[in-house]
Nanobody, 124 residues
């Protein structure tokens, strides 16, 4: 299984960025997909998750600003980030975990496969 995240970069506060994560080696439609971030000196934190059935969970810190979506035909999950703040600066990782349930709410932990991360830097 490989997860390849891309789309990071430098953006000004208030701006937008769209991350993509292309998955291979798995039956993508059977997996819950998630995004996490890790700021310097901090632990990796859950950002957003989307189940195979389309249920979505966000961290409180990004609700109303970030949107997770997926394209099962392209084996890709996206994270649209709007109204970015300097505190959003982090390495962003995509992750995947198999889900046997179509309706199961996305978990915040327990992801099996991880991408390599993409740096997002928000300048003030």
């Amino acid at each position: 299984v490989q997860l390849q995240a891309s789309g990071g970069g430098l953006v000004q506060a208030g701006g937008s960025q769209r991350l993509s994560c292309a998955a291979s080696g798995l039956t993508f439609s059977s997996y819950t997909m998630g995004w996490f971030h890790q700021a310097p000196g901090k632990e990796r934190e859950f950002v957003a998750g989307m189940s195979r059935g389309g249920n979505i969970v966000y961290a409180d810190s990004v609700k109303g600003r970030f949107t997770i979506s997926r394209d099962n035909a392209k084996n890709t999950v996206f994270l649209q980030m709007n109204s970015l703040k300097p505190e959003d600066t982090a390495v962003y990782y995509c992750a995947a975990v198999f889900s046997s349930s179509w309706y199961q709410k996305p978990a915040r932990t327990g992801y099996r496969y991880w991408g390599q991360g993409t740096q997002v830097t928000v300048s003030s």
